[in-house]
């Protein structure tokens, strides 16, 4: 009865490790997916930067004029 008892608690406990270890992993996972679609806004938004950079210069409008937009950062 012990010995049957022992080996219910060590799966118990085994179950649990499981549990932890695969809760930490889709953790991590979710993480890196948040990261990546944060990254891929930012690439978004460059380009639309990029692109009102380039419309502004070939409507012959001065440098000075675009300089503000060329310095703000994207975060």
Known sequence: MLVKHSQTIREQINVNADKKKQDRLDYLEEGKKVRQRIEDERLKVEGIKGEKL??????????KYMADLAKKKIL
């Open 54 to 63: 380039q419309g502004i210069k070939d409507l012959g409008i001065a440098e």
